[in-house]
């Protein structure tokens, strides 16, 4: 178990009880140049991997040092067979000589050792799109109607709108996108394509297509080119069309110092005000926002209380889509709550914190490159001036996940 430099190598840690010898072949590495960092495949059998933790949480690669620990992604385990099938990250893979790792187990005490992320953080991937990514494309130039949207890329690239027209682009043109380095890119194709599902373009009599009357997209189009404000619109279009996909009557205001929506519930008027608000923002910020759409909510309904409905500003990366609230979510909502446990923002009768979720998953060949998910939660004064007659389902409802393969194929899952 020698080195490339002869030597014996260290051990990795005493814990471990065995340690194998992989060796990559030089033969097998196409090129004349090293591969840097490329994820391996090793996949093999033997009766020696029995000693190993049921799980296979204690296999641990490290290269040929003997110490140096490397991410693996396991992506098949059969203890009973001893069958492990799994993708190392290499640091270099050379066609000049051959490169040697040390496969450690037999330490039963120990965690998963495995670091899905690390063996794909600098992997580029490229696939052909399905009709999700086609619908967002679609969405957007229906926003700002043509060629509204072909002048503002000309006249500004910069532009919200234009840099999640290009992350589309990027898709549908077979361009490759990578993480992390773009993952302000993958974020804004994830939620461009959350809102074709909930704005219902192209693949099912949906919302959008119900709601789009010529007034109603007047007043959304005379925010949507400011790249200061586009942002905010399409945070208050996500709301109304929310508010109409569940047969409610709601209307967009312009005026000045007045809420953003006015909903028709029970033949009684519910205003609804929008808000963002960044992940990790501050407690004092949360109760300025609240501050704020209350004194609107008061002007509008001073009797009475309405909603405040609050988007996170940008999608929050989790290590996987589960029902657990993410912190940075944890943690406004935790300020929400004081405040609204408070004698404070009376016209506050709800809040409804709306967030996307993204998840970067998988192995090749099939591998999950994002995950979605639009979520909301609602909280409710204790002691409003009034309970607005008004419902948020708790969630959205709906995951996309854009699966992509090594041929180059991307099929699009939608659960609900």
């Known amino acids: 178990m020698k080195n490339r430099d002869g030597h014996d190598p260290p051990w990795y840690d005493s814990a471990w009880s065995r340690r ?11 090129g004349s140049e090293d591969l840097v960092n490329i994820p391996l495949l090793y996949d093999h059998e033997t009766d020696e991997f029995k000693a190993a933790q049921p799980s296979g949480a204690d296999f641990v690669f490290t290269s040929d040092d003997g110490v140096t620990k490397l991410s693996h ?62 619908r967002a494309m679609q969405l957007l130039e229906s926003l700002f109607d043509d060629p509204g949207l072909a002048r503002l890329r000309s006249s500004n690239a910069t532009h919200p709108a234009i840099v999640r027209y290009e992350a589309l682009l990027a898709v549908l043109e077979h361009r490759a996108m990578s ?3 773009d993952i302000e890119r993958i974020g804004q194709a994830g939620a461009a394509v959350l809102d074709v599902l909930d704005f219902g373009v192209g693949e099912r009599e949906g919302a959008w297509l119900k709601v789009a009357e010529p007034e109603a ?7 949507l080119d400011r790249a200061d404000k586009f942002a905010d619109q399409l945070a208050v279009v996500r709301c109304w069309i929310l508010l109409r996909e569940q ?10 110092g007045y809420p953003d929506i006015r909903a028709q519930v029970d033949n009684n008027d519910v205003w609804v005000e929008v808000k963002r608000i960044r992940v990790g923002t ?5 109760r300025k ?19 405040v409905y609050l988007e996170v500003s940008r999608p929050v990366e989790v290590s996987s889509l589960s029902e657990e609230m993410p912190e940075p979510v944890q943690t406004c909502l935790h300020e929400v709550e004081r405040e609204l446990g408070s004698g ?25 490159l994002m995950a979605f998910r639009r979520r909301t939660v609602s909280r409710d004064h204790r002691s409003p001036r009034s309970v607005p007659p008004l419902e948020f389902g708790p969630s959205a409802g709906r995951t996309l996940e854009m699966t992509i393969t090594w041929a180059g194929t991307v099929a699009e899952a939608v659960r609900t």
């Open 344 to 368: 404070n923002s009376k016209s506050v009768g709800k809040v409804v914190i709306s967030w996307d979720e993204m998840s970067f998953l998988g192995t090749p060949p099939g591998l999950v």
């Open 20 to 30: 194998r010898t992989i060796t990559a072949n030089r033969d097998k590495v196409i």
């Open 247 to 256: 047969g409610i009557s709601a209307v967009l205001i312009e005026r000045r």
């Open 179 to 181: 993480w992390p380095g």
């Open 282 to 286: 501050d407690a004092s910020r949360v």
């Open 217 to 223: 997209l007047r007043q959304i189009r005379t925010r």
């Open 289 to 307: 926002v609240l501050a704020k759409a209350n004194r609107q909510l008061k002007t509008a309904v001073p009797a009475s209380s309405g909603v």
């Open 73 to 134: 992604e396991i992506r098949a385990w059969d203890p009973s067979r001893g069958r492990l099938t799994v993708y190392v990250k290499v640091p270099r893979l050379s066609p000049h000589r051959d490169t040697v790792l040390f496969l450690y187990y037999g330490n039963a005490a120990a965690s998963d050792q495995q670091d899905p992320r690390g063996v794909w953080s600098e992997c580029a991937y490229v696939g052909k799109p399905g009709p999700l990514a086609e």
